[in-house]
């Protein structure tokens, strides 16, 4: 494994990365001060910049007098530090995001848990939400509450020049596991509490970090891990003193949660499903599953259409079998965070009004779209005893959504890229 990425070896890693020709002596505040006009969006994002980063406010908003309070006083493990962002295009940014939403982010989460359990302990992640890790999933604790938590890209995508360019083997991936963009390898994540990836990403805003020019390199200022090196990797921020203020903390969803956990539910059973189902053993266990009880084999007839007993036989089926663990670690699981998701959202939001407007809209686009259409229809696959509640409330939704859209103003797409569920990063 390569040393992870770091404030000691950001500079030399992003150089070696950069798509076009820039002054190799790295960028300093007092550059910033004689040269960087104040972002478009300081003044804007000064007041959530000053909320996340645990600064008290004031009356100076400039990007220069931001970087130096960060630079001061940032979270413990934490250093501001130059860096060269080479900008990729948004089409690129876009493969990169979906090959780790939907391969390597789940492939993260198991290897933290296999891992590095003690570390998540540490961050505050209870057994609960470590075994759900362990299936690829993000924690949750038992009564369905989120940790406020994020996989981060140290050197981000959008600013990754070469690396989100290039793919090679990554050797911390599972055995067998194809080559990937060298930006989503694990030497260059950390699992951070959200406080500090709001902190990193306000930073980069207040820099203008995603306006700059597809090709160019530039220099520029992030909140980067200090200290990691092979023996001590931290991919996991375990915090500072005992009333360190970022730790991973409990919440309960928003409207804007639910409807990136749909998104993310949709991505990971449409890249998911089609490889189990694809499996002989599955076809195999589904076959004998549908012949059971084709035939009968005289069982009372409330038992034949019991979902609990369809799924024992599917399961009894598939038992022993390479694909067992995928469907009780993945898809069951999968299925489940969906279904909950949308029925949650759309009784405690969409029906109520308590939601804005564009959030609830954006709810229907993607209950109503093709990643939602695509869900069902790999669910379909299944004998049709398993999951009865969970697929005729989803198809309920996908039908009451699609209607609602005829009634929502059709919106181009704005150049500004994919607002809410890939960021510019």
């Not at 501001?80 to 492939?107: D, G, W």
């Not at 299944?382 to 103003?409: M, S």
């Amino acid at each position: 494994m390569k040393k992870p990425v770091s404030a000691k070896t950001v500079q030399e890693r992003t150089l070696q990365a950069a798509t076009a020709s820039v002054d190799s002596t790295p960028l300093t505040i007092e550059d910033l001060k004689k040269h960087t006009p104040p972002s478009p969006a300081a003044g804007r994002l000064s007041f959530d910049f000053h909320g996340v980063a645990g600064h008290a406010g004031g009356s100076d908003r400039s990007v220069v007098s931001l970087l130096e309070k960060a630079e001061k006083s940032p979270p413990a493990g934490f250093k501001l530090a130059p860096l060269v962002f080479s900008r990729i295009s948004k089409e690129q940014n876009k493969e990169i995001y979906r090959e780790f939403e939907t391969i390597v982010q789940p492939a993260f989460l198991k290897f933290l848990a296999g891992n590095h359990a003690d570390d998540l302990k540490k961050l505050g992640i209870c057994e609960y939400g470590i075994a759900r890790m362990g299936s690829g999933l993000l924690p949750i604790d038992k009564s369905g509450r989120h940790y406020d938590v994020s996989v981060d890209h140290v050197i981000e995508r959008a600013g990754s020049g070469k690396m989100g360019l290039e793919k090679e083997i990554d050797p911390l991936m599972p055995p067998g596991s194809p080559p990937t963009y060298k930006v989503n390898h694990f030497e260059n994540f950390i699992l951070l509490p959200q406080k500090i990836h709001d902190f990193k990403n306000a930073i980069n805003m207040l820099q203008d970090t995603p306006g700059r020019a597809v090709g160019t390199s530039t220099w520029c200022f992030m909140l980067l891990p200090d200290e990691r090196d092979e023996k001590n990797p931290r991919f996991v921020h375990t915090g500072g003193a005992a009333d360190d203020p970022y730790t991973a903390v409990l919440r309960e969803l928003t409207p804007q949660d639910l409807s990136s956990q749909i998104f993310h539910a949709l991505n990971r059973i449409n890249a998911t499903f089609p490889a189990f189902f694809s499996a002989p053993e599955v076809r195999a266990a589904i076959d004998e599953t549908t012949q059971v009880f084709a035939i009968g084999h005289d069982l009372p007839k409330d038992r034949v259409f019991s979902q609990d007993f369809v799924t024992y036989v599917f399961e009894a089926a598939l038992n022993g079998t390479a694909q067992a663990e995928t469907w009780h670690k993945e898809i069951k699981p999968l299925v489940g965070d969906l279904y909950r998701s949308v029925k949650t959202f759309r009784e405690q939001y969409a029906e109520t009004g308590h939601a804005r407007k564009n959030v609830v809209s954006g709810f229907y686009k993607v209950c109503g779209g093709w990643r939602m259409r695509t869900a069902r229809r790999l669910i379909s696959n299944l004998p049709k005893g398993i999951f009865p509640d969970e697929r005729a409330y989803l198809r309920a939704a996908n039908h009451l959504a699609q209607d609602k859209l005829k009634d929502i103003p059709y919106t181009p797409p704005r150049n500004s890229g994919t607002a809410g569920h890939s960021p510019k990063r």
